[in-house]
């Protein structure tokens, strides 16, 4: 059986016989078969950060990389060539991220996914997924992981352990130890959302550096400090977003079909906010939007 076999079992993708009954997503899920289809019909080159970083010994995260970036341009670069890495932060309900996963390697796409080693209970009110189970088929990211798609950490370690610096530097360490007993983890970036007031301030995941231990063995690639891209897309934030310019720049479509020849690009996609039970009443600002009104037409 071939891996996109593998990651595609039967069911996966199929739609339930009640939509509602799935947790709230903001895309339709073939919404982003629709991506793929772009990127397949513009030929673009989707690539990793093992892609990236292979024979690098750049660890310098402060400098964004700076060896790797001109070594990139310098080497390894096509001007002829559209290049595009996609990540995904796994904040929710994981078993989406599967079905993403297996739309990807259908499509022969590798997408790197950032996993958490245990979620942060303290969610916002009335968020769709405050009382969902955070429960990671590390078997099925393995096969992922063979077939050539990365796996790393989302670092949420000042959001669950946030009572003190150290803590929260053994509670990364630990998650780091733990998720490697299942991955190769390699890479790590840092969670956004709340912060923790530790000794009178505010800390947020991405104040919190790498433990003395792990470096030169663990890369931070996003939020903060990160791999330089010429141009990025991000579907972060969505429920707090109001400005119009940016709601308009969210057109996921738009931003495959505006890449050119000669760039690295970068996406930014959220697995959870892709589903079945759609509902635009997440963000009534982004409602509004014509991109996205026919995206939902086109998906019926």
């Not at 000794?199 to 947020?204: K, P, Q, W």
């Not at 308009?248 to 589903?275: E, N």
Request: aromatic content about 12%; charged content about 25%; glycine content about 6%.
């Amino acid at each position: 059986m071939t891996a996109a076999a593998t990651l595609n079992p039967p069911g996966l993708l199929d739609r339930p016989a009640d939509p509602a009954s799935e947790y709230a997503s903001v895309f339709p899920l073939d919404g982003y078969l629709a991506f793929l289809d772009v990127l397949r019909e513009r030929d673009v080159s989707v690539i990793t950060y093992d892609d990236l970083f292979a024979g690098s010994d750049d660890w310098d995260h402060e400098s964004c990389y700076e060896r790797e970036f001109r070594r990139w341009h310098a080497e390894r670069r096509d001007p002829e060539r559209i290049y595009l890495l996609i990540q995904h932060d796994v904040d929710f309900v994981p078993e989406f991220t599967q079905r993403i996963v297996a739309l990807e390697a259908a499509a022969g796409v590798r997408s790197n996914v950032f996993l958490f080693h245990e979620i942060n209970r303290d969610i916002p009110a009335g968020s769709p997924y405050d009382d969902r189970p955070y429960d990671v088929d590390h078997p099925y990211f393995r096969v992922a992981e063979e077939a050539g798609f990365v796996v790393g950490y989302h670092q949420n370690a000042i959001a669950r352990a946030g009572t003190s610096v150290a803590d929260a530097t053994a509670c990364f360490r630990d998650d780091v130890a733990a998720l490697r007993r299942h991955h190769a983890i390699d890479y790590f970036c840092p969670h956004g959302g709340p912060g923790r007031t530790i000794d009178g301030r505010l800390y947020r995941n991405f104040d919190l550096d790498i433990p003395a231990e792990l470096r030169g063995t663990l890369r931070w690639v996003y939020n903060r400090y990160g791999v330089r891209f010429s141009k990025r897309y991000s579907d972060g934030g969505l429920r707090r977003i109001d400005d119009p310019n940016r709601l308009a720049g969210l057109d996921l479509l738009a931003f495959a079909r505006s890449l050119q020849p000669g760039q690295r690009a970068f996406a930014l996609i959220h697995p959870q906010l892709w589903g079945y039970n759609v509902q635009p009443s997440y963000n009534p600002h982004l409602a509004t939007q014509p991109w996205y009104r026919a995206f939902l037409d086109r998906s019926g």
